[in-house]
């Protein structure tokens, strides 16, 4: 395969080298070898074109998106993304950009990653970015690495733990020992907060920091958030925050000024990006002070109206992604933020928060609420009252299915008992919210008159049930030709 590797690009840098493969060369320019050409024609199913585009234009119609309606789908913040961005992250001088282009071929990509990251650490209140991270998760694991060569420059080698509430969404403690650190469980207290107690007693001189969800996963803002912040920075521990749940803050409050030292940002959760089908997302990670020289390269600099890539970050930790991270999802970011302006993007949180609640009191009376909190940008109930009339939370949410709506997050967050983590999202109308809660309390109605058809749900989708957990206990990514 020698003769494929590209050995020079156009700027006369390396590109890459592939690695040598163990199958026969093939020239290129000669002719196929004969053992290689088929002998007999190739059947190839043949279709019209106008089967072909019905074919497909049916398949786009079993898909449930949230342009079909609403994606309740909490902690996943499935919001209706304006086209606009679309668009924008569309545009041929993004679209076709090429990352070994020269600095000075690419100063407007350069100046929108420097700009939303600016803007970025200014809705956080932080004090520096990186966009790299090309998730949620990979965020996590690039704050943890900081926060862990953080300590190892100040010669403390004894912190080898991460404190994680009992709520977390499981990629925190995936993570965290993924970076190299065993996770303490810290519990949470009747309210659904952290249990000040609990986390007090845990916290010593081999914890390297805290991961806290705020608005945690529970939809409840941890108020006690500055003697948590307190407790931490006191006894030489950081805070991290997993900020998938921003949706609720920005515009209304900055974690910088809670003390937070590393901060990842779905931007395509809060800032969007469509996503569910597990297309490209970022995770940019934004730190406090204290981690500002630990930051992954290249960082983007602004000197002399020229904008450029830095790699003088000694104490980096280095790249975590090819090249600078999804860019796409960096330029829809920006136009949304862009034309949002400040108080367009009060609006969006307000929005999620008011949605939430209005849609909570419309289900209150039919639901248990394991915690008499106000909620921020989602809520969870439980099915409790519904299983202990024979019907469990995803029967129930099958039956959803069925009146037109997507499920929310079901069993999630693991400390509530037959959990629906509902998140509406501010994108939803009045009327929307309300058909939703019509259906959860028609359902609820179904569990005692006729529980069979609930529990036999879904019953008009092009599926009925399918084995969830099949593939991944089954895992086969080989294809046997
Ligand atoms: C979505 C989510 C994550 C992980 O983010 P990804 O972008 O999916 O990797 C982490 N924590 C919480 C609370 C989330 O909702």
Redo the contacts with the bound molecule.
């Keep these: 395969m020698e003769k494929l590797i590209f050995e020079k690009s156009h700027s006369g840098r390396r590109a890459y080298s592939l690695p040598k493969m163990d199958v026969e060369t093939i020239n290129i320019n000669e002719e196929i070898p004969n053992q290689y050409v088929r002998q007999t024609p190739c059947e190839l199913p043949e279709v019209s074109e106008i089967e072909i585009a019905r074919h497909f234009q049916r398949l786009s119609h079993l898909n449930y998106n949230i342009e079909k309606g609403v994606y309740p789908l909490g902690?996943?913040t499935m919001k209706y993304n304006p086209k606009a961005n679309e668009k924008a992250a569309g545009l041929d001088g993004y679209a076709n950009i090429h990352p070994f282009m020269p600095e000075s071929h690419i100063q407007g990509a350069l100046q929108l990653m420097y700009e939303l990251g600016q803007d970025l650490v200014n809705i956080t209140g932080m004090s520096g970015v990186t966009l790299q991270p090309a998730?949620?998760?990979?965020g996590?694991f690039t704050g943890i690495m900081m926060i862990r060569a953080y300590h190892l420059d100040r010669g403390d080698t004894k912190r080898n733990k991460i404190l994680i509430p009992d709520s977390a969404?499981g990629?925190?403690p995936a993570s965290a020992a993924i970076a190299g650190f065993q996770i303490v469980n810290v519990k949470s207290d009747e309210h659904g907060r952290v249990d000040i107690d609990d986390l007090k007693s845990k916290i010593n001189d081999e914890v390297a920091a805290l991961m806290l969800?705020n608005p945690n996963?529970l939809g409840i803002f941890e108020k006690n958030i500055c003697v948590i912040e307190k407790a931490l920075h006191e006894a030489g521990a950081l805070l991290y925050m997993?900020g998938?749940?921003l949706n609720a803050l920005i515009g209304i409050a900055q974690p910088g000024k809670f003390g937070v030292d590393a901060l990842h940002i779905?931007l395509?959760?809060t800032f969007s990006t469509p996503h569910g089908g597990g297309g490209p997302?970022a995770?940019p990670v934004v730190v406090s002070e204290r981690l500002l020289p630990y930051l992954p390269v290249p960082q983007i600099k602004f000197a002399d109206g020229i904008y450029s890539f830095d790699y003088d970050l000694p104490k980096s930790i280095g790249k975590v992604h090819t090249f600078y991270g999804n860019f796409l999802v960096l330029v829809r970011a920006y136009n949304y933020i862009k034309m949002l302006g400040k108080e367009g993007i009060v609006r969006t949180s307000s929005g999620a928060i008011l949605n939430a609640n209005y849609l909570k009191s419309l289900v209150k009376d039919y639901f248990e609420f394991p915690f008499d909190e106000q909620s921020m940008h989602e809520f969870v109930m439980s099915g409790d009252r519904q299983k202990k009339r024979g019907v469990t939370t995803m029967e129930m949410v099958k039956r959803l299915l069925d009146y037109g709506f997507h499920a929310p997050t079901v069993y999630f967050p693991l400390i509530v008992h037959e959990a629906l983590l509902v998140e509406p999202t501010e994108t939803e109308t009045i009327e929307s919210l309300e058909e939703f809660a019509q259906a959860l309390i028609a359902i609820d109605k179904e569990i005692d008159e006729n529980p069979e058809l609930v529990k036999s749900a879904p019953h008009t989708t092009p599926v009925r049930r399918i084995n969830d957990a099949y593939a991944a206990r089954n895992l086969n990514v080989c294809w046997k030709g």
């Design positions: 902690s996943c998730a949620g998760a990979a996590e969404h990629t925190n969800t996963t997993d998938a749940n779905n395509h959760k997302g995770g």
